[in-house]
């Protein structure tokens, strides 16, 4: 299903609508995303829930050389031949969503907060709020871009975290979700995943009403 983005005869789509077409996309045209789209899927980030309130979440953009430079490094020339997903590398916009532990140690240690325990030290918390408001960032973006006509695919950094850190110049305590491929969708469209494979697993006995 094509959503169109704001504007234009097309009426927007429901929220409904967006959630049922939206699946990760792994395989992107060339084309640029033009800055105000993108900006909107940035900003959309920032509209999630976050614990405390907490500004905790920083974004880094990768395009052009800088998205060049990232592929390079964590999956360079001579190990792409046998890659699954080459049609990803054309993904003109790479979108890392930063956390930072440290700031919700930090928020949780003033008054309102502090009776919590959890502004003592990040092993104190049982639920690291930071990986979960990430993860809210995150499913923000990918709604967004879909509401927008935009694929988008989340995908993990695993042992290149260090790495990335380092090549762009992102500080000690910030700690990467993974990493967004953003852009438009191939016109081959969307090769579905080996995960995504056997279709969604629905919520049918997955959901349980006063006892487990
Ligand atoms: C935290 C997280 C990590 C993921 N990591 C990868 C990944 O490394 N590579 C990949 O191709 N897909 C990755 N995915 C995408 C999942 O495979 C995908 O969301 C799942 O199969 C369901 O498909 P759908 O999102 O298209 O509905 C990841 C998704 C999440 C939420």
Same mark, same amino acid.
């Given at each position: 299903m094509t959503l169109a983005a704001g504007g234009g005869?097309?009426?927007?789509?429901?929220?409904?609508?967006?959630?049922?077409?939206?699946r990760m996309c792994r395989d992107f045209a060339d084309d640029p995303v033009p800055q105000e789209q993108l900006g909107r899927v940035l900003h959309a980030a920032f509209r999630g829930p976050a614990a405390g309130n907490t500004a905790g979440l920083?974004?880094?953009?990768?395009t052009g050389e800088d998205r060049d430079a990232y592929w390079a490094l964590?999956?360079?020339p001579q190990r792409r031949d046998g890659f699954a997903w080459p049609g990803l590398l054309h993904a003109p916009v790479l979108v890392i969503p930063y956390v930072d532990p440290g700031a919700y140690v930090?928020?949780? /240690? +003033?008054d309102d907060? #502090?009776?919590s325990g959890l502004g003592t030290s990040?092993? $104190?918390?049982?639920?690291?709020?930071?990986?979960?408001?990430?993860?809210?960032?995150?499913?923000?973006?990918?709604?967004?871009?879909?509401?927008?006509?935009?694929?988008?695919?989340?995908?993990?950094?695993?042992?290149h975290e260090a790495a990335v850190a380092e090549r762009f110049g992102v500080g000690e305590p910030w700690r990467a979700i993974g990493t967004? /491929? +953003?852009?438009?969708? #191939?016109r081959g469209g969307r090769r579905p995943s080996r995960s $995504?494979?056997?279709g969604r697993p629905g919520p049918a006995g997955r959901i349980h009403h006063g006892t487990w």
């Open positions: 005869s097309t009426p927007p789509a429901s929220l409904a609508e967006v959630l049922a077409s939206r920083e974004l880094l953009v990768l964590t999956l360079p930090r928020r949780y /240690a +003033l907060k #502090a009776g990040t092993s $104190a918390w049982t639920v690291p709020y930071w990986w979960v408001d990430g993860g809210a960032a995150v499913m923000a973006m990918l709604l967004a871009a879909e509401s927008d006509g935009l694929g988008a695919l989340l995908f993990g950094q695993f042992d967004l /491929a +953003l852009g438009h969708p #191939a $995504a494979r056997d």
